[in-house]
Structure formats: C-alpha cells, structure tokens
T-cell receptor, first 111, second 115 residues
Framework: QKEVEQNSGPLSVPEGAIASLNCTYS??????FFWYRQYSGKSPELIMF????GDKEDGRFTAQLNKASQYVSLLIRDSQPSDSATYLC???????????FGSGTQLTVLP | KAGVTQTPRYLIKTRGQQVTLSCSPI?????VSWYQQTPGQGLQFLFE???????NKGNFPGRFSGRQFSNSRSEMNVSTLELGDSALYLC??????????????FGPGTRLTVL
C-alpha cells in the first residue's frame, strides 16, 4: 500500500523564521510530488509541485526532492502569520492523477 | 479563468438516502478526480474520470459511483448513506497531463452530513 508520511505537528515558528515541512513516501515508482496548503474550513490550494531531484524555488517557497531517500520537503522563508495552515504532501505515480496524501502538518506562525 | 465549482456546498441527509454531488472543472480541463476528506482518514481518493471514462478507482465500496459528461462536468453518487459517509467531498480538475502527471486544482467542496 502506498503511504505518505508527514509529522502532524503542530509546528510553531516565529514570524520571519524559516518553516521546514517534511514528507516521506513509500512507493519508489512515485514521480510527481505536490504541496498543498489548506486553511481551516477551506479546500486544499496547490502551492508547488516538483518532479526532479533537487530544489525548486517559487517566491518564499522552496520544494526539495530526494528520490533516493524517498523524501520531499517544503521550506517557507520569512514565514508570515498568513502562512498558518495545514500543509499537505501529495504523491502520484506516472501519469496517474490519483494523489496519495499525507495526513498534513499543521503550521502556526507566531506574530 | 473560473475555478472548479461544486454544488451544493452543504447537504444534510439521513441514513439510507442517496445523494448526488456535482462538479464543474476548470474550462479546458478534461480530468476530474473526487476525494473524500474526514478528520480521521484525511484525504482519500475516490475515483477519476477522463473523457467520460473512469480511469482509476480508490478503495471505496460500490455505493460510491460517478460519471462524467461530454462537457467534462462530473457527478458522484452515494447510495444507502451511512453515518460514516459524513465528510467533505472534494473535486479536483486537471488538464491532460504529461508523463509526470498534471497538477490538480480543488473545488470548494461539498460538506455532507448524514444524520
């Protein structure tokens, strides 16, 4: 069974700090990796996706992928209180659009 | 470009009834996937439709079914509702993916409560 593991948190960081969110996955055939942000009572919002080993940066967000270690992470620089949300890691294999989600990490950015 | 829309947003049903939820994907997107989100199980994949064909199905009982129309709009149906079906049902749309798979964009969801 394909599994995606995340620390459930809660993770608290002060405003302006770097928040580091981690995710491991069990299926070595996984090829696409996504980070979603979900505010309480709202639907998941796509933040970033990464397909290749290494880093991918988009504004304050950096996704890091290490397929050998089956590990993907999300770094949020200069964290803001508005970043407080649950962050969901999702993985898919090949061209399949079926996403397997982790349970999410709850992030709180303290003013 | 308008996002994914889902109707209704909220629904209250009683055990044994059936329910139909609707999803309109982003214009130009042909793939629609359905997910169930509960506090205990998190986000779980139900099924995916592409060009009116179910291409993938998650581990849910046959009471959960769906279909897709020629305009890519999709419906999912749950028959003989159980208390455990209370959840947020999310629809996600994506364009035809490349080899690595396409990004999925979620609608606002339908909150189903079964009494």
């Amino acid at each position: 069974q394909k599994e995606v593991e995340q620390n459930s948190g809660p993770l608290s960081v002060p405003e302006g700090a770097i928040a580091s969110l981690n995710c491991t996955y069990s299926d070595r055939g996984s090829q696409s990796f996504f980070w979603y942000r979900q505010y309480s009572g709202k639907s998941p919002e796509l933040i970033m996706f990464i397909y290749s080993n290494g880093d991918k940066e988009d504004g304050r967000f950096t996704a890091q992928l290490n397929k050998a270690s089956q590990y993907v992470s999300l770094l949020i620089r200069d964290s803001q209180p508005s970043d407080s949300a649950t962050y969901l890691c999702a993985v898919s294999s090949g061209s399949a659009r079926q996403l397997t989600f982790g349970s999410g990490t709850q992030l709180t950015v303290l003013p | 470009k308008a996002g994914v829309t889902q109707t209704p947003r909220y629904l209250i049903k009683t055990r044994g009834q059936q329910v139909t939820l609707s999803c309109s994907p982003i214009s130009g997107h042909r793939s629609v996937s359905w997910y169930q989100q509960t506090p205990g199980q998190g986000l779980q994949f139900l099924f995916e439709y592409f060009s009116e064909t179910q291409r993938n199905k998650g581990n849910f009982p046959g009471r959960f079914s769906g279909r897709q129309f020629s305009n890519s709009r999709s419906e999912m149906n749950v028959s003989t509702l159980e208390l455990g079906d209370s959840a947020l049902y999310l629809c996600a749309s994506s364009s035809t993916p490349g080899l690595a798979g396409g990004e999925q964009f979620f609608g606002p969801g339908t909150r189903l409560t079964v009494l």
